[in-house]
């Protein structure tokens, strides 16, 4: 899974929880329990087919965990670019809070490659309890303008929530702080 707590020399974010959101209407049925009457298909392979599939799996594994990797770094970097603007919105607003949507694309091929699309500042907040005003049900779960992918491409988006680091040292030493969001 991506990590998507990054941090900037001063700023740092968090993907949004549930709990931080308004609740939403539910209608409609329950999940389906179809699965349970599925017939079971061929379990036997030859030894030699399990081997060979465990050591692809292990090497698709490892470039998926690479991949991973590498879009928490365009993440961390979108940040430390834009720091400076995120810093100047929220002073300018009087504001604590950020709220920002990152998107990516994950391919559906045998090896899952996710590719950075774009990340957008969405606007400032006064503290963590008010996100719902950007983060409207209308924004989360409306209708939108996405581009079409190629070939089974899913696109994604996560919703991340941040703010300034507070240094809180015990007794007033530097050496000794934490981080904390909104």
């Known amino acids: 899974m991506v990590d998507f707590s ?12 549930q709990t931080d959101l308004p609740p ?4 409609g049925r329950g999940p389906s329990y179809d699965y349970f ?9 030859a030894a030699r087919g399990q081997a060979m599939g465990a050591a692809a799996s292990l090497f ?8 991973e990797m590498s ?6 970097r979108w940040l430390r670019n834009n720091e400076a ?13 950020f709220v920002a949507q990152f998107n990516y694309s994950v ?30 049900p209308q924004v989360l779960y409306g209708p939108g303008m996405h581009e079409t992918l190629p070939n089974g491409t899913l696109f994604q988006m996560v919703y991340l929530v941040g703010g300034r680091k507070q240094q809180i040292g015990s007794a007033g030493n530097i050496g000794s702080a934490s981080s904390l969001v909104g």
């Open 85 to 97: 603007h995120i810093i100047r919105e929220m002073d300018i607003n009087h504001h604590s809070v």
């Open 24 to 27: 939403v209407r539910r209608a």
């Open 107 to 136: 391919s559906d091929g045998e090896t899952r490659v996710l590719m950075a699309r774009g990340a957008y500042l969405l606007g400032t907040v006064p503290n963590r309890t008010d996100i719902g005003k950007i983060l409207t």
């Open 60 to 67: 698709r594994m490892f470039s998926e965990k690479a991949n």
């Open 37 to 45: 009457s599925y017939q079971s298909g061929p379990r036997e392979f």
């Open 6 to 17: 990054v941090s900037s020399p001063a700023l740092q974010m968090e993907p949004v929880k």
């Open 71 to 76: 879009l928490t770094h365009w993440l961390q």
